[in-house]
C-alpha cells in the first residue's frame, strides 16, 4: 500500500490541518479539519481500511504518545480516498476513535473535539506524525469511541499488510 498525503512547499502539514488553521477550521481553539488522505494499492482480500494518526515525538513533552486520528472500518477498494474533513463530514462511513484529548490529561469534553480528528500542534519543536494505515481482513468489533488499545486488541489476526507516512509539522 502507499498512502499520499500533500505537503506545503515548506514540506509541512498545510496550516489548514495544524495550529496554523484559520479560526474556522478550528473548534474551541483545537484543529479539527483532517486532511485528504489517499490510499493506493489497497490489498483485493481487504475488507476494512483503519488508521492512526500518533505523535511519538511528544513523549519528551508530554510523557506519553500523543493520539491525534483513530479511524476504523473505513470502507476498502484498490484506492481509497479520504477527502479533507472527512472526520468531521462523515462523507464516508466509519467509526472513529478517542483521541489524547479524551483522556484525564488533556481532557476536553466535547466529542467533535476527543473522538475526531485533532490537528498538530507542536510545542516545542517541529515534530514527525506518524500516518499508519491497516488493510483488515474485516471490519473491526468497536464502537465508536473505542480506545487505541482496544483497536489494537480488535487488530489481532485481522491485519493484512500496513503502511506508514511520516508527516511533518511545524511548531
Do not use: C
Not at 5 to 16: N, Q, R, S, W
Not at 104 to 122: K, M
Not at 127 to 140: E, F, G, I, P, W
Amino acid at each position: 500500500m502507499e498512502i499520499i498525503v500533500a505537503l506545503d512547499e515548506g514540506g509541512y502539514l498545510p496550516d489548514k490541518y495544524s495550529k496554523h488553521a484559520t479560526r474556522e477550521n478550528l473548534r474551541d481553539g483545537y484543529p479539527i479539519i483532517s486532511p485528504p488522505i489517499t490510499i493506493n494499492n489497497v490489498p483485493v482480500e481487504t475488507s476494512s481500511l483503519a488508521l492512526t494518526f500518533l505523535d511519538f515525538d511528544a513523549v519528551p513533552v508530554g510523557g506519553f504518545v500523543w493520539i491525534h486520528w483513530l479511524a476504523a472500518n473505513i470502507p476498502a477498494q484498490k484506492q481509497v480516498k479520504l477527502p479533507a474533513n472527512a472526520s468531521q463530514s462523515r462523507q464516508l462511513d466509519f467509526i472513529q476513535g478517542r483521541n489524547s484529548n479524551a483522556g484525564a490529561l488533556a481532557y476536553q469534553p466535547d466529542p467533535l473535539i476527543n473522538q475526531h480528528y485533532v490537528g498538530p500542534q507542536p510545542p516545542d519543536q517541529d515534530h514527525q506524525y506518524q500516518l499508519t494505515v491497516y488493510a483488515l481482513r474485516d471490519k473491526l468489533n468497536l464502537q465508536a469511541g473505542y480506545w487505541l488499545n482496544d483497536f489494537y486488541r480488535a487488530i489481532q489476526g485481522e491485519v493484512i499488510t500496513t503502511a506508514q507516512l511520516l508527516i511533518p509539522g511545524r511548531v
